[in-house]
């Protein structure tokens, strides 16, 4: 291993956005790429994403090298998101990651994608054992540390947070997130929704379908917003309540793109000073998916000596954050 710092090179392809970000190990990101697939229609088709991404690479490549080192025999680690995610858009970041650790002769560290948004946002935040609620257009969990593990504490039992947004604002013919806040904000009235929340656990499509009822039924599209939003948003907080009162633990930080949303950030926030916690916020740039929390979590993977061969760097679709052994971080603290 050689003397000083590290630097890693990180491929996030997941599912929207292919991102290359490079860092190194003294936590400086040096470069934090992205290019973003955006559906002619309101789906997202794996294959045209993977397309995208295929496409962009080496013009997203080529920024975040000039970027971050003067010459690519500087990267000592290369790291892929390996899952969870789309299989075409996850094989296209992994081919490219194998391609580059191959040309240059280093190492490769297959990254979980979820694990990686914590790793990232507690170098941003210097949390050292929060809990974490994780939202974004495809994943809702919340998590926290115990055992060697990030644990599932408690996670959507039908479809995630941001997508439950996203698909009524594209019903409602004002588009996805962010819009559905904006119009919130011009919401007058509040109408009750279906508030599903068992345990740690939370479902959504049935405030989906009450959201989509209404439109149906003529309720101005400003007041369906805030009722949809303020009860996916309580939601959520409750349940990240429930995981704060249970752990006890006092740093609580929200990842993942739906954690950009200011009216969450106040629920939560309010919620947490009741405990005696403290949240703190993430960089925008750092929240969504991005190549720079790859890289992060590959390095520490890398000083772990979690690393993998060409041949063992499978993608895995269903890869749940508490199948990643975490051994970069030592015996449990909880
Ligand atoms: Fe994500």
């Known amino acids: 291993m050689k003397e000083g710092k590290l630097v890693c090179l990180g491929i996030e392809s997941t599912a929207h956005t292919l991102g290359i970000g490079v860092v190194d190990s003294s936590g400086r990101v040096l470069a934090n790429e992205l290019a973003t697939y955006r559906p002619t229609d309101s789906g997202i088709h794996p294959r045209e994403a993977a397309q995208h991404h295929a496409h962009a690479a080496p013009e997203v490549l080529r920024r975040a090298l000039v970027k971050s080192v003067s010459s690519a025999d500087e990267i000592d680690v290369v790291a892929f998101a390996s899952g969870p995610g789309l299989g075409p858009c996850l094989r296209t970041g992994a081919t490219l990651a194998r391609a580059i650790a191959l040309k240059l002769g280093r190492p490769l560290a297959s990254v979980n994608h979820g694990v990686a948004h914590i790793e990232i946002g507690k170098l941003a935040t210097g949390f050292r054992d929060p809990v974490v609620l994780y939202v974004a257009g495809g994943n809702t969990l919340v998590t926290t540390f115990s055992e060697g593990r ?165 993608v895995r679709p269903r890869y749940r954050i508490d199948e990643v052994e975490v051994t970069w971080l030592g015996p449990s603290r909880s």
């Not at 604002?169 to 929340?197: L, T």
């Not at 995981?243 to 740093?251: D, F, I, L, Q, R």
């Open 150 to 314: 990030y644990r599932i504490l408690g996670e959507t039992l039908d479809i995630a947070a941001g997508n439950c947004l996203d698909a009524f604002g594209i019903e409602a013919g004002i588009g996805p997130m962010p819009a559905p806040e904006i119009w919130a904000a011009k919401g007058q009235k509040y109408i009750p929704m279906p508030m599903r929340v068992k345990g740690m656990d939370v479902s959504f499509s049935g405030a989906l379908t009450r959201a989509s009822t209404l439109l149906r039924e003529g309720a101005r599209v400003e007041d369906v917003a805030l009722s949809l939003t303020e009860a996916v948003y309580s939601m959520l907080t409750e349940v990240l309540e429930r995981a704060v009162a249970m752990t006890g633990k006092k740093e609580v930080m929200v990842v993942g793109g739906l954690a950009r949303s200011r009216r969450l950030t106040e629920m939560v926030r309010d919620m947490v000073k009741l405990h005696g916690a403290e949240h703190r916020g993430i960089p925008d740039e750092l929240l969504g998916d991005n190549g720079a929390m790859i890289a992060w979590t590959g390095l520490l993977m890398f000083r772990a000596g979690q690393v993998v061969s060409v041949e063992e760097s499978h």
